[in-house]
Nanobody, 124 residues
Framework: QVQLVESGGGSVQSGGSLRLSCATS??????MGWFRQAPGKEREGVAA???????DIAPSVNGRFTVSQDSAKSTLYLVMNSLKPEDTAMYYC????????????????????WGQGTQVTVSS
């Protein structure tokens, strides 16, 4: 059974940091990503990782967020620094066994497995 379990969300003040984790089981993912959805907005891609070393970071978080993967733990991380109120959202982990095309790493439609999400709230 495939499981993706996110953790690490919480409430922080503007300028603070958080590290999200996505632990996977039952899946040898070749591509994993982080997506977020704020109230009243569409889900958007934040960062993605491929087993061949390619990554992609959304321009809105580039320079502040870092994505990495620990293969031994089958866990994807998202380190978020210099958080802003506009980063407030539910953050979701996604994965797929295939290599998602590099041009589509931040497109949710190419991922077949999703976690339940973890809430991140940034106050000003």
């Amino acid at each position: 059974q495939v499981q993706l379990v996110e953790s690490g969300g919480g409430s922080v003040q503007s300028g603070g940091s958080l590290r999200l984790s996505c632990a996977t089981s039952g899946l040898g993912a070749s591509t994993m990503g982080w997506f977020r959805q704020a109230p009243g907005k569409e889900r958007e891609g934040v960062a993605a990782w491929r087993r061949d070393g390619n990554i992609d970071i959304a321009p809105s978080v580039n320079g502040r967020f870092t994505v990495s993967q620990d293969s031994a733990k089958s866990t994807l991380y998202l380190v978020m620094n210099s958080l802003k109120p506009e980063d407030t959202a539910m953050y979701y982990c996604a994965a797929d066994i295939s290599y998602v095309h590099l041009s589509r790493l931040l497109k949710q439609g190419d991922y077949n497995y999703w976690g339940q999400g973890t809430q991140v709230t940034v106050s000003s």
